[in-house]
Nanobody, 125 residues
Framework: QVQLVESGGGLVQAGGSLRLSCAASGNIFVINAMGWYRQAPGKQRDLVAVITRGGSTNYADSVKGRFTISRDNAKNTVYLQMNSLKPEDTAVYYC???????????????????WGQGTQVTVSS
């Protein structure tokens, strides 16, 4: 069992900045990729940015040059620095982690996707 706890969301004016954090805890052997997704009302959940354990990143075209994803493997934490925010960035932002876990009582491993509870980001005009 793994939990993801997010923080840093809030209300900001267009052009402002926010920094989201997501810390994973629980039965963690290693975390592979971590990422941020967002979902606006009535829309599907879309990828914002992902980062591998080794630091390779990928961004949605809509946030390139404005958002930066990073991680601290020692703290099992991923961050999303959000600059030059636009009203269209308004959404619930969800943290995702691909966690490698040891199966109890065996030498087997398994990978499972975990999601945070979501944090609201609202950008006013």
């Amino acid at each position: 069992q793994v939990q993801l706890v997010e923080s840093g969301g809030g209300l900001v004016q267009a052009g402002g900045s926010l920094r989201l954090s997501c810390a994973a805890s629980g039965n963690i052997f290693v975390i592979n990729a971590m990422g941020w997704y967002r979902q606006a009302p009535g829309k599907q959940r879309d990828l914002v940015a992902v980062i591998t354990r080794g630091g390779s990143t990928n961004y949605a075209d809509s946030v390139k040059g404005r958002f930066t994803i990073s991680r601290d493997n020692a703290k099992n934490t991923v961050y999303l620095q959000m600059n030059s925010l636009k009203p269209e960035d308004t959404a619930v932002y969800y943290c995702n982690a691909q966690v490698i876990e040891v199966v109890p009582g065996s030498a087997r491993i398994t990978e499972y996707d975990y999601w945070g509870q979501g944090t609201q980001v609202t950008v006013s005009s």
